[in-house]
């Protein structure tokens, strides 16, 4: 009887600490499987294919188009960007950013489009909406951006609230990133 309760114990430890590391196991379990696949290093500051990877809810494409986007990327020099395939502009003041409809690699899962274009990016913007904090999707990326922040040594992660969002339908992630960084 005291080893099955032993062992009821052990297994409900084990659960806790999986359930509160979750993010972190998935993360290191992808990371393993997009290492193994690529076999490459990490890119070094001038090899980054993106300025930047975006992460914002699906419900907010029309934002970060018409106005991240062309802010950023500039409406001209995407569309010539586009012809010269993947080099990064490092001419004027365009950036060239990665958004998930339009950069991920059709076929691979999520999971590791996320991942690979989050590593091959310099920054990740967090486009923040009350639909952010709520999706799951978004929480993943936010937590690949913030491993990419541990595994670099560098504060790599830019905040842009759409609107205002409650503390309390924030992650423990996000409100602890919030309080520590500056924000638009």
Same mark, same amino acid.
């Given at each position: 009887?005291?080893? *099955?309760?032993?062992? $009821? *114990?052990?297994? *409900?430890?084990?659960? *806790? $600490? $999986?359930?509160?590391?979750?993010?972190?196991?998935?993360?290191?379990?992808?990371?393993? $499987?997009?290492?193994?696949?690529?076999?490459?290093?990490?890119?070094?500051?001038?090899?980054?294919?993106?300025?930047?990877?975006?992460?914002y809810h699906k419900d907010d494409i029309w934002w970060v188009k018409n106005v991240l986007l062309d802010g950023l990327e500039g409406g001209d020099n995407a569309e010539d960007r586009e012809g010269n395939g993947n080099e990064r502009n490092t001419t004027g003041h365009s950036f060239k950013l990665c958004l998930h409809q339009r950069d991920f690699l059709p076929g691979t899962h999520i999971e590791e489009n996320i991942i690979e274009s989050i590593n091959q990016s310099l920054k990740v913007i967090l486009v923040l909406t009350n639909k952010f904090v709520t999706s799951q999707w978004c929480e993943f990326e936010l937590q690949m951006a913030r491993m990419k922040c541990f595994d670099t040594g560098r504060d790599i992660i830019v905040v842009i609230f759409l609107e205002p969002v409650p503390a309390a339908s924030m992650s423990k992630t996000l409100r602890a990133l919030i309080r520590r960084t500056t924000y638009i």
């Open positions: 009887a005291s080893s *099955i309760f032993c062992t $009821v *114990i052990f297994a *409900i430890a084990m659960s *806790i $600490v $999986v359930y509160r590391h979750r993010w972190d196991i998935k993360f290191y379990c992808l990371q393993l $499987v997009t290492k193994r696949k690529k076999h490459q290093e990490l890119l070094e500051e001038e090899n980054y294919e993106y300025d930047a990877f975006v992460a």
